[in-house]
């Protein structure tokens, strides 16, 4: 039963980050991405093309740290022992 309870909660954790570093990473992206809004169409595409890299970078990488330890905590908490 241990086995399988270090499974679940592993699981749990790299499922979690792993979706949570999707996310954030998108949010974090329209986030950044709002900077190049007012420029014209040109320098709009180039700015959004200099501004991707990072902010997917920053945003995933927060994700997948927030998303791991929620996840190992949600994990923790299905599979503890009932006393």
Do not use: D
């Amino acid at each position: 039963m241990t086995k399988n309870k270090i499974l679940i909660c592993t699981f749990l954790a790299l499922a979690s980050g792993f979706f949570g570093s999707y996310i954030n990473g998108q949010i974090t992206l329209m986030l950044h991405s709002q900077k190049c809004q007012n420029q014209p169409w040109g320098f709009k595409e180039i700015c959004n093309t200099w501004v991707a890299p990072g902010a997917m970078w920053q945003g995933s990488t927060r994700g997948l740290w927030t998303g791991t330890v929620l996840g190992a905590f949600v994990g923790g908490l299905i599979t503890r022992q009932q006393r």
